[in-house]
């Protein structure tokens, strides 16, 4: 099954994409799930768990996390009470992985090796330890630096995961993870991780719809 591991909606506060329309996307292109990461909140996204039990669609939730060494991913936190800092920025990638790990989650580095100032893993992913995935395809980067996410995910020899990173409609499934054993609930997301039974992929229901387009 195909899922979307990366998404944002308008509960992330730095775009206008609302949740219907993505998750609508999301069922256009053939996706099975979307997972939505909103930026330094879990809860954030429970309104859009809603729609996609309204529209049809599963939508799992997870967070991604500012840590001073680049974004994390988190998948298995249940509220807010993950963040024990006080403030949302440049928390300390070491204690967030312990942090998330310890209430029984798991963190993927997103786009490690995008360059986005000060706040970039790049070759220093190779010294991160504790992380159950890297995310190898994002929808936001430059293909050369999936590339050599998966290089890095290779070498390291850790599971792969795909997500569009979507901050508009058209951005949706651009990439996602195949998952060759069934995904229902967040429980079974981050057991079928755990089993390296995913592999992120430029998602191939994207490209023939901009084909068809």
Known sequence: MWIDCHCHTKHSYDNWLEPVDLVRRAKALGLDAVVITEHYSYEASKPVEQVGRDEGLLV???????????????????????????????????????????????????????????????????????????????????????????DAARHMALPTLGGSDCHKTEAVGRCATWFSQPVTDMASFIAAVRAGACEGAYYPGYARAAAAA
């Open 60 to 150: 799992l939730r997870g967070v991604e996390i500012a840590t001073d060494r680049g974004h994390m991913l988190a998948y298995g936190v249940e509220d807010d009470g993950w963040n024990i800092w006080g403030r949302d920025n440049y928390l300390p990638l070491p204690a967030v992985v312990e942090r998330i790990t310890e209430l029984g989650g798991i963190c993927v580095p997103a786009h490690p090796f995008r360059e986005v100032g000060v706040a970039s893993l790049l070759e220093k992913l190779l010294e991160v330890t504790g992380i159950a995935a890297v995310e190898t395809h994002n929808g936001g980067n430059l293909d050369s630096d999936n590339v050599l996410a998966l």
